[in-house]
């Protein structure tokens, strides 16, 4: 049980992000008083719901609606999975959305990949911290999820509101090297911040969290000419750690930042 973690942030109520890893762990009937949105990333799950006995390969999607009496156990000799657990009063406010999803119907669609990529994308945002990626990745893991198997509606056009955006492009230029949260962009200009980011990503080709990585990026490039330690740079410009700023760095650039600051200085 010691590789199991159970994620949350004090800024985000009514959202935990469980990273399952175990094997001989079982889970008595229980439920959840949450949406359960989960992907299987290694062995095969089980559990019975419904009046049947399921088994979960690698690849395959565990949803649940609130207060939806389960059990839980490993079908192989280890099972590892990503489960986020999003109350039902939550959704109003990260949806945005006047009609709210039907509930889960099917219990284990096979999934494409891109649910599974998104939880893997947002347990590392939990890890690290950061309120922009983290709220980001959230609200696009909601809407896919929810569209595909929850019965809401596909969102209509975005805003268009070149006056908005610039206002934003300009407040992430201004404050880049400190940590920006997307509920706090949103509350700057007024508007749901699922209907910002993807106002934001239609005039900038990215979403906001993306363009503060490369505003950052960018700085970092600069500070590194100038032979500021690579510590004091990651510190400086609001990165986690070292790991998280070489991980950012090399993304956008295709090389570490070490590797940059010697190429040129060569």
């Not at 207060?67 to 489960?83: I, L, Q, W």
């Not at 990949?113 to 945002?125: C, F, N, W």
């Not at 990745?137 to 595909?148: H, P, S, T, Y």
């Not at 990165?239 to 010697?262: I, K, L, S």
Request: charge should be positive; hydrophobic fraction near 40%.
């Amino acid at each position: 049980m010691d590789a199991n973690r159970l994620l949350a942030k004090p800024w985000l109520p009514g959202v935990e992000l469980f990273h399952a890893d175990f094997s001989g762990q079982a889970f008595g009937r229980h439920s959840h008083d949450a949406f359960a949105i989960g992907a299987i990333v290694q062995g095969v799950g089980g559990y019975q719901c419904r009046g049947q006995r399921y088994a979960l390969p690698a690849g395959t999607l565990s949803l649940m609606n609130p207060e939806e009496p389960h059990t839980g156990h490993a079908e192989s000799a280890r099972v590892v999975y990503r489960m986020l657990y999003v109350e039902e009063s939550r959704l109003p406010a990260l949806l945005g959305r006047k009609r709210l999803p039907n509930g889960f119907g099917t219990l284990n669609p096979h999934d494409d990949g891109q649910v599974a990529a998104g939880l893997a994308r947002l347990a590392g945002e939990f890890e690290r911290g950061d309120a922009l990626g983290l709220e980001s990745e959230l609200l696009a893991l909601l809407e896919l999820v929810f569209v595909r198997h929850g019965g809401l509606r596909e969102a209509g056009a975005a805003f268009r509101d070149s006056g908005v955006t610039a206002y934003l492009r300009d407040y992430l230029e201004a404050h880049y090297a400190e940590a920006v949260s997307l509920e706090q962009l949103a509350a700057l200009v007024q508007r749901h911040p699922r209907h910002l980011i993807e106002a934001f990503r239609r005039a900038y080709g990215v979403p906001p969290h993306t363009y503060l990585l490369q505003r950052r990026v960018r700085e970092a490039k600069r500070r590194l000419l100038q032979g500021q330690a690579l510590a004091d740079v990651a510190l400086g410009l609001g990165f986690y750690d070292q790991a998280h700023f070489n991980g950012v760095f090399r993304r956008f650039t295709g090389v570490t930042p070490g590797r940059f600051r010697v190429l040129a200085q060569s």
